[in-house]
């Protein structure tokens, strides 16, 4: 099966910076995926990583090791708004034979003042 | 519109009834998903559309459990005999081949209570 990682929960101070981990055991990868998802909204997406190192977007960067099976989303100048649960995906075969992003349940990052 | 629709936002239904969902996705859009999350729970692979091709229907949970999607676009979903362990919010996405690894844009589901 695929397996794919993150904590539950962490907290931060506003105007810190958090790292938000991920990794995952799967049968193939074709890329890695982080999205946003505020409480009773859609998931937005952040980031793509298909190739090792990191990928720098304003306050946010995302960074994956392939040979790690790790990938980590960092925040940079938290913001009371980043209070929201950040969902790790990877693109992994399915049973029917396509690459499907497959979602870890999501890590709730709470910003305190 | 310029996002991804989804009709009804909430769903009320009585155990045993059938539901239909509506997703209209991105227009130019090949690909569509459904996923559904449970309360504390990952999003869930249900099924995929790409093109003209036949869909993957592998992570649907049961026979109880269809979808299509007419003319390349809108896709409904649908769950016969409802069973109180369907109550989800049920997400539907779709996504341009060659964009950012096919980044998925999601609509802002179906809230589905089965009473």
Known sequence: ??????????????????????????SGFNGLFWYQQHAGEAPTFLSY?????????????????RSKGYSY??????????????????RV????????????????????? | GAGVSQ???????????????????ISGHTALYWYRQSLGQGLEFLIYFQGNSAPDKSGLPSDRFSAERTGGSVSTLTIQRTQQEDSAVYL??????????????????TQLSVL
């Open chain 1, 1 to 26: 099966g695929q397996n794919i990682d993150q904590p539950t929960e962490m907290t931060a101070t506003e105007g810190a910076i958090v790292q938000i981990n991920c990794t995952y055991q799967t």
């Open chain 1, 49 to 65: 990583n298909v190739l090792d190192g990191l990928e720098e977007k304003g306050r946010f960067s995302s960074f994956l090791s």
């Open chain 1, 73 to 90: 989303l960092l925040l940079k100048e938290l913001q009371m708004k980043d209070s929201a649960s950040y969902l790790c995906a990877v």
């Open chain 1, 93 to 113: 075969p399915s049973g029917g034979g396509s690459y499907i992003p497959t979602f870890g349940r999501g890590t709730s990052l709470i910003v305190h003042p």
């Open chain 2, 7 to 25: 009709s009804p936002s909430n769903k009320v239904t009585e155990k045993g009834k059938d539901v239909e969902l509506r997703c209209d996705p």
């Open chain 2, 92 to 109: 539907c996405a779709s996504s341009l081949l060659g964009e950012s690894g096919e980044k998925l844009f999601f609509g802002s589901g």
